[in-house]
């Protein structure tokens, strides 16, 4: 279903200004530069108004790669069985091509993120290990900050009747819009000044974590009692950052983390998910894993351990880990105690760790680092980059650095100083 | 806009009925076969329809690039002057390696086709001219009869009111769909017999004309007496047809036309266009031009001139011709009376001539022919293929036999025997 602008619940301004956010902070377009925007048709309403931003903001052209989810679904209910280890590779070389060339990225995040919950685990599984394989060669060139790029939301209304089922479908709407737009900042009317002033306090985080240098992280809290060693030559990052073609830009709109590359051999003990994952329609609930140099050797779920067992097995690298992310408790997201069923949103309300690809401009001078010099230093390789929360609260954080000294970093899930 | 499909004014199980077509007779799908489907957002309840058909069929992936019309008039409005020289290079080249691969293509018209009617002509000509050039090695594999395709028609609202701005939006896009689905011939119960036969009739006129092996052919009618050679060893095609890659399919869905690939060297004399020609979203009216040798040597419009005048300057096969096709003036398209706006319509409602491109498939065994062979036979290569009407019911067509015979072809429009 797409629905008409007119029958959208919410204030039109807002999603101009979101648009305004999303070229101009999120991803920094510069004059002649290329874009490429993939987006569900049901946020056609933001696609138009991002279009328009980006070519006022001087692109040279802008091509939207718009996906439908009732075209997904279709698939899922008519292909024959070997339709779901086919992808687009065409599409994604093209699309890795014209990056290299220099073209920016957006992906606006609209869809039900539980659209293919109903669907059959093994299918869903076939089907993105087949998509990520193709996409590699384009995701290669966003993980490695090789150019700008951002994430963005639009309050699509399955996504909106999926967090809020006992409203009506237009009441759920609303309240999801309201909670894009506070999350985004979009409150004041100079949200490009509001995202300024965050990304400064981003920044003076991360600037303190890197001065400690910490070797380790050490987390404690229910079911968790975890030591996480640090990349060699680690960076933490936040907000605004500076991708290889020069380009400030938020890769996240919302964003609330700073992060950094884990030591993908060096991970020991228990952790417990605080929030369920959504991945890729499944709903993955009650995590529990037992990490053994730096590999997981262990993992319960209460629900979807199926879809999860096979995430980590997709390659070695699966089972290890590519990012550690610290955010407050306190923060907005976090605070509006809501549960978005997308990572874009519940990533940033909580302290996570993700399996999978590192993010290779988390190293001092990462943009001149072979992959085999990652790898030396720490930083994990795989197909698949998974996020999941493990914050709350009641978890206390403590850095440790090479001679052993602890220092605190969070406790009771805010930052310690 | 998009609409939602409870609000569509017409019978959604014809627009089932059409994708079946759209997939089974104009495609002739093969199991196993990727399908690229281009299509407007307007036309999303039929795209779903079409993804749901293919895949039923055994397609292994489909792969949908959806525009939007919106988003095309953004960049009018918004872009800095350089865009217009730009197209998506990356896409179409990823389009003709899958093409290389196997895929088929379907495309979908839904769109206002007026769309750029009111943007500067010298934009849209730069645009059409960089989208031509970046298009070429994907259209190569299409012209050429690769690969099986076919264009089908979506009755879009926007369409539809410039068809009948006289009746309210609703009413309009009722007409539209009436005439649509009645030129696709579904409006019994069997659609694929239908196109059976209709597809045998079209044959044994073929039949007829390669068994006459005409050198030219001499049209005459009011401001039209022209004589117009055809390619050594050509043939004439029309219905379903087999692409290289052995299948059967019916590239337009409608059609009434039969057709083949004209000498490039032989054109002589006036020709007067009997219908507008709608281009890139502007109307060319009033076409008179004179050929010598093959090449336009003069040309006037009543409107829309210098659209036409940089067209047929795009290179120098542009002002040669690559295609002949006879339409009845009785076809059931000719006979609703209707302008569409649309060549996949007009075309196939009257007599034609094409500017530009061949089809290297109207020569007798033409998948072995290389380029040379093509030109030397007299098939003409350009980066377009436009298509302007010439028939009427004013309209009479001789063949002539090498030996100078005359053989009445049509007689007022109609054909002779
Ligand atoms: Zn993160
Ligand atoms: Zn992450
Ligand atoms: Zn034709
Ligand atoms: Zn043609």
């Known amino acids: 279903m797409t629905q008409a602008e007119s029958d959208l619940p919410f204030d039109l301004a807002k999603l101009d200004r979101l648009a305004e956010v999303a070229v101009n902070v999120g991803l920094g377009l510069k004059e002649g530069q290329e874009l490429i925007?993939?987006?569900?048709?049901?946020?056609?309403?933001?696609?138009?108004?991002?279009?328009?931003?980006?070519?006022?903001?001087?692109?040279?052209?802008?091509?939207?790669?718009?996906?439908?989810?009732?075209?997904?679904?279709?698939?899922?209910?008519?292909?024959?069985?070997?339709?779901?280890?086919?992808?687009?590779?065409?599409?994604?070389?093209?699309?890795?091509?014209?990056?290299?060339?220099?073209?920016?990225?957006?992906?606006?995040?609209?869809?039900?993120?539980?659209?293919?919950?109903?669907?059959?685990?093994g299918k869903v599984s076939r089907a993105g290990r087949a998509n990520s394989a193709a996409y590699q060669p384009a995701l290669a060139k966003i993980a490695g900050f090789d150019i700008n790029w951002?994430?963005?939301?639009?309050?699509?209304?399955?996504?909106?009747?999926?967090?809020?089922?006992?409203?009506?479908?237009e009441e759920a709407q609303g309240k999801l819009a309201d909670a894009i737009f506070a999350a985004s900042r979009l409150e004041n009317n100079d949200p490009v000044e509001?995202?300024?002033?965050?990304?400064?306090?981003?920044?003076?985080?991360?600037?303190?974590?890197?001065e400690q240098r910490f070797d380790a992280l050490h987390y404690s809290g229910p079911g968790t009692d975890f030591t996480l060693g640090l990349a060699q030559d680690h960076k933490w990052k936040g907000g605004?950052?500076?991708?290889?073609?020069?380009?400030?830009?938020?890769?996240?709109i919302p964003t609330e983390e700073v992060f950094t590359t884990p030591d993908s051999r060096r991970a020991d003990g228990t952790v417990r998910a605080t929030k369920p994952l959504s991945h890729q329609g499944a709903m993955i609930e009650g995590i529990e894993v037992r990490f053994e140099g730096g590999r997981i050797v262990e993992a319960t779920c209460t629900r979807g351990e199926e879809v999860f067992q096979e995430l980590i097995a997709t390659d070695e690298g699966a089972s290890r880990l590519g990012e550690v992310a610290l955010v407050p408790h306190s923060s907005p997201i976090s605070a509006s105690g809501l549960l978005y069923y997308n990572t874009l949103f519940d990533e940033n309300a909580s302290c996570h760790i993700a399996q999978?690809?590192?993010?290779?401009?988390?190293?001092?001078?990462?943009?001149k680092l072979s992959k085999e010099e990652i790898a030396e230093k720490g930083g994990n390789s795989s197909l698949i980059h998974v996020d999941w929360m493990i914050g709350s609260g009641e978890i206390d954080i403590d850095g440790i650095r090479e001679d052993g000294t602890r220092v605190p970093v969070m406790r009771g899930g805010e930052w310690a100083s």
Request: proline content about 7%; charged content about 20%.
């Open 356 to 367: 999978g690809q590192c993010y290779s401009d988390c190293f001092i001078d990462g943009a």
């Open 150 to 169: 951002t994430i963005a939301a639009f309050p699509g209304q399955a996504w909106a009747k999926r967090m809020f089922p006992d409203v009506s479908a």
């Open 194 to 210: 509001a995202w300024a002033k965050h990304n400064a306090q981003l920044r003076s985080r991360c600037d303190w974590l890197n």
């Open 240 to 252: 605004a950052s500076e991708a290889k073609n020069g380009i400030i830009c938020n890769p996240n």
């Open 37 to 121: 925007v993939t987006c569900p048709s049901t946020a056609l309403p933001f696609l138009r108004r991002v279009v328009a931003a980006a070519y006022r903001a001087g692109a040279s052209l802008v091509t939207p790669i718009i996906s439908d989810a009732e075209i997904t679904l279709a698939r899922y209910r008519h292909a024959p069985d070997g339709s779901f280890d086919k992808a687009p590779a065409w599409l994604y070389a093209g699309m890795a091509e014209a990056f290299e060339a220099g073209a920016a990225r957006m992906a606006i995040v609209a869809d039900d993120p539980m659209l293919l919950a109903d669907e059959e685990p």
